[in-house]
């Protein structure tokens, strides 16, 4: 799967943020062992011999923080991995529902406990709407469903305005300091076939050649192997009381929820607004994305669900996987982006069809102008610190340094001139149908990651069922702070 895509529909300038601090380390470490090494110097004051223990132990933990595994330091990865087995041991990483008696329930597992499920009404379409309200923060989530157009054979031109209009749409979250953080999911699901052929049965002419049927009926006895399901949507947070007049009840924020999303428009975006996602949409997203097997049910099986039925039954959460009811799923994160400008349709073999469920998740956090050129003046101080220091002890700053230093300059340049700072990241999560199968949907996302020419990512190591729901329209983002 390939095509040429024109130096203008190139894009660039992405860049992880880096502290600097000594040898390799953050600047957090950098403190952190500056302490270590002056509690060390007291202990050894007044026991000298102290030295042939710490020393060591110091030297062994500096060597972590230093060294890199998967991306990142050695040391949060170790100590990651000894946290999440103290939580397995008290059973911390299992969840089993429990039947309260009415009217009592439990919320949905981990990072949505706080959520809840509001039926609201929209006044501009006359609909129902869902609203996801986070109890803890008072944030409200309001999700669209899209219907997104394809752009390979689109005009250049056409595919450029596109991409002006999405930076507009950024540009607007940016300037409001009610919109919190955004989301776009695409969910591809191997379709089964049996809607397809239900469609050409009815549609057959009974008159028709029996060369004509015969090549219809062997398509609809192929096409099966190729045909998926594509559903995706996007996911607003708001704060309804950050305003001048903060709304005095729920019904109020939930109406300031939807005022505030209403003013984001997405025509132009390349996508088609198929509507508001209502609470049954909601309900049917979440459900089936425990339970892959009801995601084509009717409406009816999932009005009468209330929020905490739409998690899973029961589901761990392991150290690379995450199993829940009718499957097992992996989740990985973004661990870096090229450093070359590359292709908008850079994700598309993530978006091929393949043969377990994926869910491709971009997370946005749009920084306002100030925030934003504070974070870059800080990026290029810390960049031209890290080529001096290098400098001092070798005699020159390391070329990739200054190439670094050069692309922070690049991007404050370009927000001076109107360009906004996002913070942003790539999540991605298939799902098996059975642990037999988890070896081969884990070779499926690789392949489709290395595709891509240049993305790396890597597995969300003890966080799977967090990265598994922030893929969710349940609210939570871990862009997004309190």
Same mark, same amino acid.
């Given at each position: 799967m390939s095509h040429e895509v024109p130096q203008t529909l190139m894009v660039d300038g992405f860049r992880a943020r880096q502290s600097f601090g000594f040898g390799g380390l953050s600047r957090?470490?950098?403190?952190?062992?500056?302490?270590?090494?002056?509690?060390?110097?007291?202990?050894?004051?007044?026991a000298p011999l102290s030295l042939l223990f710490t020393l060591p132990v110091t030297a062994a933990v500096f060597g972590l923080a230093a060294a890199k595994r998967h991306g990142m330091s050695a040391l949060s990865y170790y100590w990651a991995?000894?946290?999440?087995?103290?939580?397995?041991?008290? #059973?911390? =990483? &299992?969840? *089993?529902?429990?039947?309260?008696? /009415?009217?009592? $329930?439990?919320?949905?597992?981990?990072?949505?406990?706080?959520?809840?499920?509001?039926?609201?009404? #929209?006044? =501009? &379409?006359? *609909?129902?709407?869902?609203?996801? /309200?986070?109890? $803890?923060t008072g944030y409200m989530t309001l999700t669209t469903l899209l219907a997104p157009g394809g752009s390979l054979m689109a005009p250049t031109g056409a595919v450029q305005s596109s991409l002006r209009?999405?930076?507009?749409?950024?540009?607007?979250?940016?300037?409001?300091?009610?919109?919190?953080?955004?989301?776009?999911?695409?969910?591809?699901?191997?379709?089964?076939?049996?809607a397809l052929g239900d469609d050409v049965a009815a549609r057959k002419d009974p008159g028709a050649p029996q060369l004509a049927k015969r090549i219809i009926d062997e398509l609809v006895r192929?096409?099966?192997?190729?045909?998926?399901?594509?559903?995706p949507w996007m996911s607003v947070t708001v704060d309804p009381n950050a305003t001048a007049n903060p709304p005095a009840d729920l019904a109020e924020q939930v109406a300031e929820a939807l005022r505030v999303v209403d003013g984001l428009d997405l025509?132009?975006?390349?996508?088609?607004?198929?509507?508001?996602?209502?609470?049954?949409?909601?309900?049917?997203?979440?459900?089936?994305a425990y339970d892959p097997a009801v995601f084509n049910a009717r409406d009816a099986e999932f009005s009468e669900l209330s929020w905490s039925e739409c998690g899973p039954q029961?589901?761990?959460?392991?150290?690379?996987?995450?199993?829940?009811?009718?499957?097992?799923?992996?989740?990985?994160v973004l661990r870096e982006m090229p450093r070359r400008p590359i292709p908008y349709s850079v994700l598309l073999p993530l978006l091929a069809p393949g043969r377990y469920q994926r869910r491709i998740t971009l997370l946005y956090r749009v920084l306002d102008?100030?925030?934003g050129e504070a974070v870059l003046e800080?990026?290029?101080?810390?960049?031209?610190?890290?080529?001096?220091?290098?400098?001092?002890?070798?005699?020159?700053?390391?070329?990739?340094?200054?190439?670094?230093?050069?692309?922070?300059?690049?991007?404050?340049?370009?927000?001076?001139?109107?360009?906004q700072v996002v913070d942003w990241t790539l999540m991605v999560t298939a799902t098996a149908r059975s642990t037999a199968e988890l070896p081969a949907a884990r070779q499926e996302l690789a392949r489709a990651i290395k595709a891509t020419r240049g993305i790396r990512m890597r597995s969300a190591f003890g966080a799977q069922a967090a990265v598994f729901a922030a893929g969710l329209p349940i609210g939570y983002s871990p862009l997004v702070k309190d």
């Open positions: 957090t470490a950098t403190i952190f062992a500056a302490v270590i090494l002056v509690a060390d110097g007291l202990i050894a004051t007044q991995k000894v946290a999440w087995k103290r939580a397995a041991r008290f #059973d911390a =990483t &299992s969840y *089993r529902r429990l039947l309260l008696p /009415h009217p009592y $329930a439990l919320d949905l597992p981990g990072v949505g406990a706080s959520s809840t499920l509001i039926k609201a009404h #929209d006044p =501009t &379409s006359g *609909r129902p709407v869902g609203v996801v /309200h986070d109890r $803890a209009t999405w930076g507009s749409v950024l540009d607007a979250m940016s300037t409001d300091e009610q919109v919190k953080g955004a989301s776009v999911t695409i969910q591809i699901t191997p379709g089964a076939g049996e192929t096409t099966p192997h190729a045909t998926a399901s594509v559903a025509s132009g975006t390349g996508t088609d607004i198929e509507r508001r996602a209502t609470d049954v949409d909601l309900r049917r997203i979440v459900r089936s029961a589901a761990d959460d392991g150290w690379e996987e995450y199993s829940h009811d009718g499957g097992v799923s992996i989740s990985w102008p100030y925030e800080r990026e290029i101080s810390h960049a031209h610190q890290r080529a001096q220091a290098t400098a001092e002890v070798k005699g020159r700053a390391k070329y990739s340094q200054r190439a670094d230093a050069q692309r922070a300059e690049k991007a404050a340049a370009q927000v001076a001139s109107g360009a």
